[in-house]
């Protein structure tokens, strides 16, 4: 499978365990590495002490099965997430050229464990947090800064994708099953905003 997630003049492309990187003012139309699953720093990963830890999947090769990119466009430094067939969310930052946009450095500066397979990840509107759908239908956020791990919600159907409103007061998360819940972010706990059923 393959992924895109594009910001500024930036598109990003994942396929298998490399993310490739085509900037669209590029005349040449080429597309330059971005940054590997073998460059990982091992001594990221966070750890917390629970039985998530023990869940780190062991599998033959590893894969990128979701991408986003951060929201916030104020500075030169920006985010971007994967999660992987590992169980694993990796954040890398990078830095862009003022002048040109050309990307200058990349930093893998994060990853955190996560119970299930991760299916798709949103920025909430700061960039403090990333949500994350999985396999199981559970809905969790992490920290950017200290990879805690927190539920947010659950189902019993397989995220889909993940998104939030331009406002960042509701997070909207559909399933495999049709069915598409807009709640209250970040105390989803509260009964649920919105709910769609049926094809669209």
């Known amino acids: 499978m ?3 997630a594009s910001f500024k003049s930036h598109v990003f492309i994942a396929s298998g365990d490399l993310i490739r990187n085509f ?4 005349q040449q139309n080429t597309t330059q590495p971005f940054w590997s699953l073998s460059q990982l720093a091992p ?14 999947k062991v599998v033959d090769k590893r894969v990128i099965l979701c991408m986003a ?7 030169n430094r920006y985010f971007l997430t994967i999660g992987t067939n590992e169980k694993q969310i990796h954040v890398l930052e990078y830095f862009c050229d003022q002048n040109n946009g ?4 990349v930093e893998h500066i994060m990853t955190a464990i996560v119970p299930k397979a991760p299916t798709a990840l949103a920025f ?5 947090y990333v949500s994350v759908g999985d396999r199981a239908g559970d809905v969790h956020r992490f920290s950017v800064i200290h990879g805690k791990i927190f539920e947010l919600a659950g189902a019993i159907s397989m995220i ?12 909207v998360v559909c399933d495999r099953d049709e069915k598409v819940r807009v709640m209250r972010y970040p105390q ?3 009964p649920i905003s919105r709910f769609y059923i049926g094809r669209f």
């Open 124 to 128: 909430d509107k700061e960039d403090c």
């Open 2 to 4: 393959s992924f895109i």
């Open 69 to 75: 990119h951060s929201n916030v466009t104020s500075s």
């Open 160 to 171: 889909l994708d993940i998104a939030f409103t331009p406002d960042g007061k509701r997070i």
């Open 23 to 26: 900037q669209i003012q590029d």
């Open 102 to 105: 050309n990307i200058l450095k």
């Open 188 to 190: 989803v706990r509260k």
């Open 43 to 56: 001594e990221l990963i966070q750890k917390d002490g629970s039985d998530v830890e023990k869940s780190v």
